[in-house]
């Protein structure tokens, strides 16, 4: 079991740099080119500076390669030998953590200093990335401050120590670090998307005065299209279902008026009769055959007292309305000009 851990040692140097590798292209440098962009000369001198630093942490991490291979053949059968010669690799990697954190350190101090002089369009934007920049304050502060355990320890100290540990330590403050950067990065995304939030919320606005302007269905669809989610997009949609509505029964007095032409121009029109006594019918007597919500309407034919319901401009009409009296034998009668006439004659006539 011992022989197995030991073993770990070198499975866990090449993870760790794995991870390393992995953390250190986390940020997309675009996002700092354009940071960089809108720093003055002094700023810049500190970000070549700090940027320097990071190449000289780079320059020891590939004489720790050289190192590896000088003491890999120890492991993992002469562990301790091969911990007390990687004394040097490990002091290289301590170095080069410590290049790091001033690195960063120097560079979030820039970057920090020019969030916090620049002009927010919106309050609560301008506090999420406050909040971004605690974030990455309190992190970068706990990655240097775990690796001071580090500094200044001396190289009879660290013979005992074991080599992964101090990678996987070292790792981790290089991912606080980094998880810094990337904090910063999203602060100043918050920044730079100012200007596109304003002219997209302008650009809302234009459109919601041109579809008030016009107050058509197909305006305020117009806009709802670009600005699904927008400011105005449920007050477009009621508009909609009012315009909608309107339309409605604009429709309905349309037809309406249509067919009041219709019948004023041939005076037929269409009933359904609901019952025909040889005497006239009591109310109560009309209530029983006829149980619908329709007037019913009496009249004389042939000696006969009739009762119709509803009136209609087509024989389609009253015949679809026919089955919805609930009475049996219900038959669809015409009228012209308040006169009976045969249903066939007045199909003609209503074409």
């Known amino acids: 079991m011992k022989k197995f851990k030991v073993a770990l040692v070198f499975i866990s140097i090449i993870s760790i740099a794995f991870v390393l590798n992995l953390i250190a292209q986390s940020v997309d440098s675009n996002i700092f080119d354009r940071i960089h962009r809108e720093l003055d000369s002094k700023d810049m001198n500190t970000i070549t500076k700090a940027d320097d630093f990071l190449k ?13 291979k000088s003491f890999e053949k120890f ?103 980094q998880y810094a950067l990337d904090k910063t990065a999203e602060a100043f995304e918050i920044w730079f998307q100012q200007d596109e939030k304003k002219m997209k919320e302008m650009a809302e606005k234009d459109a919601w005065a041109n579809a008030q302007n016009s107050n058509t269905i197909s305006a305020y669809e117009a806009y709802l299209s670009k600005f699904p989610y927008g400011q105005y997009a449920g007050e477009a949609k009621t508009r909609i279902k009012q315009l909608e509505e309107e339309q409605r029964l604009a429709d309905e007095e349309r037809a309406k008026n249509e067919s009041a032409v219709k019948e004023k121009a041939t005076g037929v029109w269409f009933e359904v009769q609901v019952m ?72 003609k006539l209503s074409k």
């Open 56 to 68: 000289q942490a780079d320059n020891k991490l590939k004489e720790v390669e050289k190192e590896e």
């Open 276 to 347: 025909a006594v040889t005497k006239q019918a009591k109310p109560e007597v009309i209530n029983r055959v006829y149980k619908g919500s329709e007037s019913v309407r009496e009249f004389q034919e042939d000696g006969w007292f009739k009762y119709s319901v509803g009136k209609f401009q087509t024989y389609k009409e009253a015949r679809e309305f026919r089955s919805s009296t609930g009475v049996k034998g219900a038959f669809v009668v015409a009228f012209q000009d308040e006169q009976p006439i045969k249903v066939r004659d007045a199909k």
């Open 75 to 177: 492991f993992p059968k002469k562990a301790n030998k091969g911990e007390r010669k990687a004394v040097d690799a490990k002091i290289l990697r301590i170095e080069a953590a410590d290049l790091r954190a001033k690195s960063y350190s120097a560079k979030f101090k820039v970057y920090k200093a020019k969030l916090e002089s620049v002009k927010f369009e919106y309050p609560a934007d301008e506090e999420r990335a406050k909040e971004l920049l605690s974030e990455a304050e309190k992190s970068l502060n706990t990655g240097n401050s775990n690796l001071k355990k580090y500094m200044g320890v001396k190289k009879s100290d660290l013979k005992n120590e074991q080599y992964a540990k101090i990678q996987k330590d070292l790792a981790k403050v290089l991912e606080l670090q």
